[in-house]
Each structure stands twice: as C-alpha cells, then as structure tokens.
C-alpha cells in the first residue's frame, strides 16, 4: 500500500525544502535515510 520513496524523488522533493544551518553543520547520517525513516514512522503511528 506505501512505498519507500527513491533517493532522486528525496532529494529533487523534499531536500530543497528542509532549512539549512548557518553554521554548514553537517549530519553524520544521510538525509535520505532520515526523510525514510520519518514517513515510514508515521506511517506506522
């Protein structure tokens, strides 16, 4: 019924719109798996 979104839907849909930290902060995981993980959880809630 839900299907995990691809890495090019990810970042051409979503990345652009998340803000960026003014100090280039750097995540230590990828954004990708993080967006994932977050539909995926509120899938399930």
Known sequence: ???I???DTI???I????SVAK???KTKSCLIEI???IL???VLA
Do not use: A, D, T
Not at 15 to 18: A, D, E, K, R, W
């Open 1 to 3: 019924m839900y299907q």
């Open 23 to 25: 100090r280039e902060f």
């Open 11 to 13: 970042e051409n849909e």
């Open 15 to 18: 990345i652009p719109h998340l």
């Open 40 to 42: 995926h959880y509120g």
């Open 35 to 37: 967006v994932n993980s």
């Open 5 to 7: 979104l691809s890495k």
